[in-house]
Structure formats: C-alpha cells, structure tokens
C-alpha cells in the first residue's frame, strides 16, 4: 500500500500569508496525485488534479507542483474562506489520502 | 448539476450488517466509476471501496477487504456499499464520491453530504 504523509498536520496563518503545504508519497505515483479541501461540516471539494491542474472555479492563488514522491500545494495571498483542511490523495494505487493540513487563523 | 445522495447509515452492533446507498442525478451514471470515503469523528479522509463505471471491476481498503462488497445498478442509478462484520473502528461518516473518469480511480470531482453509521453496543 502506498502511504501518503503530509507535513504540517497544522498551521497558523494570518490573511495574505503565503501558504505552503507538503505532501510525500512512499513511492512514486507519477501524475495520480490530488489536493482537497474540506471544511467544517462539509464534504470535501477537488481543489487540483494530476498535481497541478487546477479544477474549474479555484481560485488562481492556489497552486499545486511536485514530481514523483514530494508535492506541494501552495497559497498565494490566503484569504479568510481558505482556512480549511486539506488533503492530499494519490490514486496511482487505489486511493489513499494524507491526513491532513488544518489551516487556522493566527 | 451533479448530486449525490447518501441514506442507509445508522446504529449498528458491532457485527452486525448495513447497506448504504448513494442516488446519483444530474449526469450519466453508468459513465463514471464511484468511490466510497470515510471519515471517523474528528478524522480524516480513508478511502474505502471503488468500482468502475461498468460494475466490472472493484476495489477495497485492506481494512475492509471481504467485510465490504461495493456494487452499483445503472437501471436505478445507485451505488451500494454492503457491510457487514461491523466493528467499532468503522464508525464514520460515509461519502459517496464520483470520479472523473470511468477507470478507478483517478480523481473525485463531486461528493455527497454523507451518511453516519455507528458501530456501538
């Protein structure tokens, strides 16, 4: 089974702060990788695909890069609707996620 | 617009057996393979159990690998999540996911609001 580890599992981040969250495959998964975002209450949304592709409506201030085993997804110029959890999911094996990056308000 | 509606979830003793189901409307059903996804109170994300868009093909966690049976029917535009050997560790809120595509799995671009199943005596 191919285990993902996400690091922070939390931060504190003022509105415009740069964000960055990093997520490491214990094997290659190629392209198969994926970042959502949930928040209280609610059920997960698709934030990127495929590593960097952005799905349609998110916001241009997010980001997503990384090859092979480490990815990132970055926020430029957090706003308020961004604190949130994230997720990260490989699918080259099944689908495991990451357990997750709580964003809260510094 | 896509939705996706989840029922079936409830209190269970712990080896006792549920079935959820997931309505799909506002797309082609058949076209698209289905996942199920967990999340246990305070959690993240575990993913559970998929199957392509034909029914073909299924594939499970190793934490329910032959507890859990996934399966669909295209006439009703259902998916179906048999449990049964229920413990307690499967309590969670449980997500209909449909993917993008009609192989398992590539990414879930729309969620259900979930089901609550508890496993408790």
């Known amino acids: 089974d191919i285990q993902m580890t996400q690091s922070p599992s939390s931060l504190s981040a003022s509105v415009g702060d740069r964000v960055t969250i990093t997520c490491r495959a214990s094997q290659s998964i190629s392209t198969y990788f994926n970042w959502y975002q949930q928040k209280p209450g609610k059920a997960p949304i698709i934030l990127i695909h495929s590593v960097s592709i952005l799905q349609s409506g998110v916001p241009s201030r997010f980001s997503g890069s990384g090859s092979g085993t480490e990815f990132t997804l970055t926020i430029n110029g957090l706003q308020p609707e961004d604190f949130a959890t994230y997720y990260c999911?490989?699918?080259?094996?099944?689908?495991?996620f990451g357990q997750g990056t709580k964003v809260e308000i510094k | 617009e896509v939705h996706l509606l989840e029922s079936g979830g409830g209190l269970v003793q712990p080896g006792g057996s549920l079935r959820l189901s997931c309505v799909g409307s506002g797309f082609t059903f058949s076209s698209y393979a289905m996942s199920w996804v967990r999340q246990a109170p305070g959690k993240g994300l575990e993913w559970v159990a998929g199957i392509s868009s034909s029914g073909a093909l299924t594939f499970y966690a190793d934490s329910v690998k032959g507890r859990f049976t996934i399966s669909r029917d295209k006439s009703i535009n259902t998916l179906y999540l048999q449990m049964n050997s229920l413990r307690a560790d499967d309590t969670a809120l449980y997500y209909c996911?449909?993917?993008?595509?009609?192989?398992?799995?590539?990414?879930?671009?729309?969620w259900g609001q979930g089901t609550l199943v508890t496993v408790s005596s």
């Open positions: 996911a449909k993917d993008w595509s009609a192989r398992t799995m590539y990414y879930f671009d729309s």
């Open positions: 999911q490989q699918t080259y094996d099944l689908g495991s």
